[in-house]
């Protein structure tokens, strides 16, 4: 109390609870920064082995023998199981959240240039003009004499779009950004408050219930047919719920309470899930909109909700570090380890001995080529929405 007492003190144009909600705030978001991280590291892992899968689905790059439904489970596809149905989904809760925090102490259009900075450049005006080189290995692997006859716009074209990667999310987080604002002003005219507060635990119960149905039922509305990664229903609620959910103390400190239930129900879930799904594609919207994948998804954001927040919320300057490199880790991942794939491609090596080379030059080179882009001016915009060095 005496920092934030020091604090109310050297800030006269700002009233004392004002300060203290905001300085709460900002110790609030230890545990989600941790989570952050922690979930983009899964996400780099996972796209280590993504290039090669080839359960369920064709493969981008060549290398495993073809997939017969009742062959044995590996590591690789055991992993990606494991994580897909959830990272992406908690991801956007955990943003809901922090958006949460961040209208705090600052204004609406404050909020939305950020985005603009942060999530739109990169992803449309970055992707136009960088796109194109992971784009090109993607479409090589998968289509690449079926383009060699084709026009150059209609090979840019393609290459562009096929070079999103990673980009997606922050075309739908910036996307739902915008919505937010919509759905507050609403909800202000209606009830003259932006959030109702959770007063007592049994409500809290009866929400943690009838989120599980509302993630349910969103996974199966407004997902795209072809590029199944926009999935615009489970994602936008799940944004609304860590905003105006998962945002609350009371909320947070009932999940502290059940984190061990809440983690053996997500272990048992997951397992569940691995079982009934290993075979088919786990990245079909038809799977994905699955009672068990849901439970699965919900247990998994519950758990880890849980843990953070009782063992996860304190930092030092190596997590401090990774919560900053994270982002930008994030994006170039993907690009990274494209570029390590299209050379070894050209090599004799196992696909395992390929798994190990990329997996390293995805967790020890992308963060070099983040730390390079961030001090070249306008490149450090158009890939990572850094529009000076020191942000």
């Not at 952050?36 to 369920?56: P, Y």
């Not at 909320?251 to 009934?276: D, M, N, P």
Request: net charge positive; charged share 15%.
């Amino acid at each position: 109390m005496k920092h934030l007492s020091a604090k109310c003190s050297q800030t006269p144009m700002k009233g004392s609870k004002e300060v203290i909600q905001e300085e709460r705030g900002k110790m609030r978001k230890i545990y989600l920064d941790n989570i952050r991280w922690c979930t983009i590291i899964l996400v780099v892992f996972f796209h280590v082995f993504f290039f090669f899968n080839n359960i369920g689905v064709t493969a981008i790059f060549e290398g495993l023998s073809e997939y017969h439904q009742g062959d044995g489970m590996t590591f690789a596809g055991v992993y990606q199981y494991a994580v897909y149905p959830w990272f992406m989904t908690l991801l956007f809760v955990v943003a809901g959240v922090a958006a949460y925090h961040s209208l705090q102490h600052k204004a609406a259009k404050q909020f939305i240039a950020g985005r603009r900075n942060k999530l739109l450049i990169p992803s449309t005006l970055g992707v136009l003009v960088f796109g194109f080189i992971p784009g090109s290995i993607v479409a090589g692997a998968s289509a690449g004499a079926k383009l060699q006859a084709a026009p150059g716009f209609v090979k840019y074209i393609v290459y562009t779009l096929s070079g999103i990667g990673a980009q997606w999310f922050s075309q739908m987080l910036f996307v739902i950004s915008l919505l937010l604002l919509l759905v507050r002003k609403v909800v202000l005219a209606v009830q003259k408050e932006e959030r109702k507060s959770i007063q007592k635990e049994s409500s809290v119960y009866v929400l943690l219930v009838v989120m599980f149905f509302l993630l349910w039922g969103a996974s199966k509305l407004l997902n795209t047919p072809v590029v199944e990664s926009y999935r615009f229903g489970i994602y936008t609620v799940a944004f609304l719920l860590g905003y105006y959910v998962f945002s609350q103390d009371i909320v947070i400190e009932v999940l502290k309470k059940w984190r061990f239930v809440s983690t053996l129900a997500a272990v048992v879930s997951g397992v569940y899930f691995i079982y009934r799904a290993y075979g088919i594609y786990y990245g079909h919207s038809s799977l994905l909109s699955t009672w068990y994948a849901n439970l699965f998804t919900y247990c998994m954001i519950l758990a880890i909700f849980g843990m953070f927040a009782a063992y996860g919320d304190k930092k030092n300057a190596v997590t401090e570090w990774l919560g900053k490199i994270s982002f930008p880790v994030y994006i170039l991942h993907i690009p990274v380890i494209l570029i390590a794939l299209s050379l070894l491609q050209k090599s004799d090596l196992s696909v395992g001995a390929q798994y190990i080379i990329v997996a390293f030059a995805a967790y020890l080179l992308t963060p070099l080529a983040a730390l390079l882009i961030e001090k070249i001016p306008v490149v450090r915009y158009l890939i990572l929405g850094i529009s000076h060095f020191t942000d």
